[in-house]
């Protein structure tokens, strides 16, 4: 696999390098001037999403150690502070403060640096960035936005390896990316953090040397492009532009898993691959109304068996006696086998509300998985109704249901459902 990496690799970015090289002899002149008149530009601006909840909580959930079937809380679930800088044309420099779920549990409350990095372009066929950064492949929301998201939280199992071997998404690394046409490609190579967990007996992450990971995504954008300027992804355009892209791609890490102690000889070492395909749709209609939607394959492979419970958020700190999916509001929603994900969602053109000018959109998220470790496929359900105020996501108020599947710690087999209710107020400075 490295091997075949390497050979697609070397002529990729050859070809880009000479296609960009030619590209700015033929424009140099041009550049000049534009050099000559640059004034460098400097963004920047505060967002967060704060959560009003009630939670059906899984069987056995402790809160600070007291057994609690339902819970109601306020948190904060993001805080983001980007700031960016265009030094020259050529040079471009940003970074990302902030911090997730800010709750009960959260004494501290760390501001964190999730990106930093800078990002030299050759032309828009090429830029070359290092740094700190979600510049990744597989797939679009491997690399979203969260402040323009449709649903109300975002897809957490593009994010597979969250808080393992990276920082909220984010790794140290390099990445190529342009944009010929309607072509817009991203290609990296990050360094995945140190395991000091080895694995008991079941497939995890390896606590070994890390190996570089390798990921791609390319995509084709058959009517606007969409801005390659920041690694996240728009999650909706509302009825603000005409968007139908097809993508695909993959992620690599050699030897990222292990079933013990990958410094045992007797251990049993697994590469990470994964492969993606999928399509995005924004469409404006005739009524100022607007259409967007969502469909995504992902073939994960992590190791033999390998499944991964998460909880968005989770407000308990424990479980005792309980079931397959443990503590909270978590499910096995992460995992080696197969999943489809799908979006859809519908926008209503501006209506007084309130006395405010307000978008309306509601719309679906669906997870279905066939997870190899499990007996029954996973399926999750959400439900969202955003109102923007002014058509803004700077002032947005969404309202959300999630319907999350219950397993048995025995048969492995889906025996229940339960829901999560979630009020979010999304505020932005600018």
Aim: no cysteine.
């Amino acid at each position: 696999m490295t091997k075949l990496i390497n050979l697609f690799l070397v002529p990729f970015l050859l070809f880009f390098s000479l296609f960009s090289f030619g590209q700015d002899s033929i424009t140099s002149h041009k550049d000049a001037k534009k050099e000559a008149a640059f004034k460098p530009t400097f963004n920047w601006n505060i967002s967060a999403q704060i959560w009003l909840r009630h939670s059906n909580l899984n069987d056995g959930s402790l809160v600070n150690s007291e057994p609690t079937s339902r819970f109601t809380d306020v948190s904060i679930r993001r805080i983001r502070i980007p700031v960016s800088s265009q030094i020259t044309p050529k040079i471009y420099a940003a970074a990302m403060f902030g911090g997730n779920n800010y709750n009960l549990k959260t004494i501290d409350n760390p501001i964190e640096i999730l990106d930093f990095y800078v990002e030299y372009a050759f032309s828009k066929y090429l830029e070359i960035g290092i740094g700190k950064s979600g510049w990744q492949g597989l797939s679009r929301w491997d690399i979203r936005s969260a402040s323009t998201l449709m649903g109300l939280d975002t897809p957490l199992f593009t994010l597979n390896t969250v808080e393992k071997n990276d920082d909220l998404g984010r790794q140290y690394g390099l990445w190529f990316k342009g944009q010929a046409n309607h072509l817009d490609y991203r290609l990296s190579i990050m360094q995945p953090s140190t395991i000091s967990t080895a694995p008991t007996g079941k497939v995890d992450f390896a606590n070994n040397k890390p190996r570089w990971k390798t990921s791609a995504y390319v995509k084709y954008q058959f009517f606007e492009n969409e801005s390659n300027k920041s690694a996240y992804q728009i999650g909706t355009y509302l009825a603000n532009k005409k968007v139908f892209n097809i993508g695909t791609g993959f992620q690599f890490q050699e030897k990222a898993f292990s079933d013990i102690d990958a410094n045992n000889p007797a251990a049993t070492l697994y590469d990470m691959k994964h492969w993606a395909i999928d399509t995005f749709l924004n469409l404006p209609l005739a009524n100022q109304n607007g259409i967007t939607a969502y469909l995504g394959f992902y073939d994960f492979n992590f190791g033999k068996d390998y499944i991964r419970n998460v909880g968005a958020n989770n407000p308990t700190n424990g479980v005792e006696n309980g079931g397959f999916n443990g503590a909270g509001v978590a499910f096995p929603m992460i995992g080696t086998g197969t999943t489809w994900f799908t979006q859809l969602g519908y926008t209503f053109k501006q209506t007084n509300l309130f006395n405010h000018q307000t978008v309306i959109q509601p719309n679906i998220a669906i997870q279905h998985a066939h997870w190899d470790a499990l007996a029954d496929h996973m399926t999750v359900y959400d439900f969202t109704v955003n109102f923007l105020v002014n058509g803004s996501h700077s002032n947005k108020i969404s309202l959300g249901y999630q319907y999350r599947p219950i397993f048995d710690s025995a048969t492995l087999t889906n025996t229940n459902y339960k829901g999560m209710t979630v009020l979010q107020y999304q505020i932005a400075l600018k």
